[in-house]
């Protein structure tokens, strides 16, 4: 009598069954750590904005890798990530002294009725959008507002991860090139893209965003607009915004000093507004998109709008940014699709990914011609 067990499952099964226990573990552990998915996508977003200081120093001039590493690690904490929280903080305390005290809005928002002869909101309603607002701005980024350990915990594993990206990051890109579904020259593909919509959307629209907001601050200043400071950080949040941006803040301040009286410094205002700091954005999106990527408005505005409400106050960069990403993949699917259609004998397909490849490289030369003249 045979007493081996044998494997009730065929090779099949065991495959269907193994593919199943990877999705739900997969699963479970997306759930674990979706509340710090924020700390995974900063990291990867900085990796990639850091990489080329990496490699000049680590593969071409051979620095110590693990003190490049810490080196980089300082500069994103000092440069980048305390900049970044203290301007929100600052942004969410204004806001909510602003909600709190609404007698000095209400007096302006009246004072501009009675420049243009009409009424159109009543105190109440005032009140309560601002009330609104100033709830809506806490829940943006409620680690900030209410959890210091969390933001600790966030910045700490963003760092880590960070700092392992970059030190064994030899391992790292052979994992992607192993376990992503893609051929070599579409992950070759995927990595230019990638590197141009991080430029584009955190180094293009951080310089856009930098020079508009102080540009509005100084004009605010001259004009004699009050806490022309806390509008300079209003203005930065607000520059991330395609089309409204900028005038959002200086419009507003332009009609407050007209409702105070101040017709000749709201007309200033207005002409700043109009002739210096909307023109400056137009060039440098222009300038920028040439050389790090141009991104549609229409994928920035979407991307801000989902960003915002998954993330908080960070979506302005990583929503455009997972946006734009997606665009890219739905691309490339096309693009496997096309390829795999002319798959019919196996000794034709290394001829059909070249016409594929050279009908793409075609296209995006003639697009990058268009695009610089």
Do not use: C
């Amino acid at each position: 009598m045979n007493n081996i067990e044998t494997n009730i499952y065929s090779p099949r099964q065991r495959y269907l069954l193994l593919i199943v226990t990877l999705i739900v573990l997969g699963l479970l552990t997306l759930y674990g750590l979706l509340g710090y998915l924020t700390a995974f996508l900063g990291a990867g977003i900085l990796y990639v904005v850091l990489r080329p200081w990496f490699t000049a120093l680590v593969h071409k001039r051979k620095w110590n890798r693990t003190l490049v590493t810490v080196m980089l690690l300082l500069f994103a904490v000092v440069v980048l990530i305390i900049p970044f929280f203290a301007l929100t903080s600052l942004l969410i305390d204004k806001v909510r002294i602003v909600a709190q005290n609404t007698d000095q809005i209400l007096a302006t928002v009246q004072g501009i009725e009675r420049k243009l002869g009409m009424q159109v909101t009543d105190q109440a309603q005032v009140r309560t959008l601002l009330q609104q607002g100033a709830t809506k701005v806490s829940q943006w980024i409620p680690t900030l507002a209410s959890s210091v350990l969390n933001v600790i915990v966030i910045v700490g594993l963003m760092l880590f991860t960070m700092y392992y990206l970059f030190t064994q990051e030899e391992a790292f890109l052979a994992g992607l090139h192993r376990y992503l579904p893609f051929r070599e020259k579409t992950l070759d593909e995927l990595s230019e893209s990638l590197r141009n919509n991080v430029n584009a959307n955190v180094l293009g629209q951080g310089i856009v965003a930098i020079v508009q907001g102080l540009l509005t601050g100084l004009t605010l200043w001259g004009f004699g607009v009050p806490s022309p400071g806390f509008w300079t950080v209003v203005a930065f949040f607000m520059a991330f915004i395609p089309v409204l941006g900028t005038p959002l803040v200086w419009g507003p301040a332009a009609l407050y000093q007209i409702a105070q009286g101040h017709t000749g410094q709201g007309i200033g205002i207005l002409l700043v507004g109009v002739i210096v700091i909307i023109n400056i954005d137009n060039v440098l999106r222009i300038q920028l998109g040439k050389y790090m990527g141009d991104i549609h408005p229409w994928v920035t505005l979407v991307g801000l709008t989902l960003g915002v409400d998954i993330f908080g106050i960070v979506g302005l960069v990583i929503g455009p940014l997972l946006l734009s990403y997606f665009v890219v993949l739905m691309q490339v699917f096309a693009r496997e699709n096309r390829v795999l259609l002319h798959l019919v004998p196996n000794s034709v397909t290394g001829k059909a990914e070249e016409i594929i490849d050279k009908s793409m490289e075609v296209r995006d030369e003639a697009e990058e011609v268009r695009r610089t003249q």
